[in-house]
């Protein structure tokens, strides 16, 4: 499988997870045993940089003390965020058992972690289609990306990764690398119990979409709006083939037979499974390891937030 993590090695998981990597475990873990599970269990340091023999005044690296990677160039006022600082923030939002460390890893080569936390009370569509809730922690060491944290639902029956709408700040938070956001951990927690709401209205949503079945146009009409393709102007072969193989799966995907056959929901998952498991990524390395990074965090995330957005419409 595709991924972005060291041989695999580099990440741990509760049973068997979607993306089917890494160490194994059979119970939930503490932070403290994740960390090492996950071999997330190094420091980063900020390091000045030199032109002609000068100290740079406006920039410095990260490097990685360990293996001294550098993971990135940024600015002096940029605050690292050690990784076990990050579980520990994790630790304190979370709080009082209500979630399972259910995997964690770091991505290249240690620029980028993640946390994952299952949270209790699974998602039943039509009593046979399950969707479990995840908690994710994510934070970079390149200098390019805040620390955040947001839910992302999976839906079982076909390991994919579902995205609700990423624009809506109660779906999750972003909490830049400055001396103050250890500060913020009360924010993060009235926001967070906030999202737990929002999980609930995801599966009123999620409802909706499986009670409205969709016809033969309205399905190719949301596909066109995901994909962007004006059938006013020549399609591109690459946009064609891309709708075929949502046609496909839109019929004969993993799951798609139970409940509704041609519902929004199953429309939506369709372009979910299109993305988690046949869509190439461009750019990738002879190992294909950008793929989890554009699932998550790229090209492939936005693409399920449109395909999600669009389903909101189409509900209405």
């Given amino acids: 499988m595709a991924h972005n993590i060291n041989e695999g090695k580099r990440v741990f998981t509760v049973g068997n997870s979607w993306h089917g990597l890494g160490t194994v475990v059979e119970s939930e873990v503490k932070s403290s045993e994740a960390i090492k599970l996950a071999q997330l269990d190094y420091n980063v340091v900020k390091t000045p940089l030199f032109a002609n023999d000068k100290q740079l005044d406006s920039h410095v690296a990260i490097i990685r003390e360990d293996t001294k990677d550098i993971l990135g160039i940024t600015t002096p006022k940029y605050q690292i965020v050690q990784n076990i600082d990050a579980f520990g923030f994790f630790d304190t939002v979370v709080g009082d058992g209500q979630a399972i460390y259910h995997s964690a890893g770091a991505l290249g080569n240690g620029e980028r972690i993640w946390i994952l936390a299952k949270l209790p009370n699974d998602i039943i569509i039509n009593n046979e289609d399950k969707v479990e ?9 390149d200098g390019k990306s805040a620390l955040q944290m947001y839910f992302t639902p999976v839906r079982v029956v076909c390991q994919n990764t579902l995205n609700m709408s990423m624009s809506d700040s109660k779906n999750g938070i972003s909490i830049r690398h400055s001396a103050q956001y250890k500060s913020r951990i009360e924010e993060a927690r009235k926001v967070l119990n906030i999202s737990i709401n ?25 596909f066109n709006n995901v994909l962007a393709i004006d ?30 056959k041609h519902s929004i929901w199953k429309a939506y998952n369709s372009v979910t499974e299109y993305v988690d498991h046949y869509r190439t990524v461009k750019k990738l390395d002879v190992d294909k390891t950008n793929k989890l990074k554009s699932i998550w965090f790229g090209s492939g995330a936005k693409l399920k937030e449109k395909a999600y957005n669009e389903a909101l419409v189409l509900a209405k």
Avoid at 133 to 141: A, D, E
Avoid at 234 to 254: A, M
């Fill in 198 to 222: 929002y999980y609930q209205q995801f599966e009123q949503i999620v409802k909706q979409f499986e009670e409205k079945v969709l016809t033969f146009n309205e399905v190719q009409g949301y």
């Fill in 231 to 260: 059938e006013s102007t020549e399609v591109s072969t690459q946009k064609e083939n891309t709708r075929q193989e949502l046609f496909t799966l839109f019929e004969n995907g993993t799951g798609q037979k139970l409940g509704n």
């Fill in 133 to 141: 809730k995840y908690l994710c922690l994510t934070t970079s060491h």
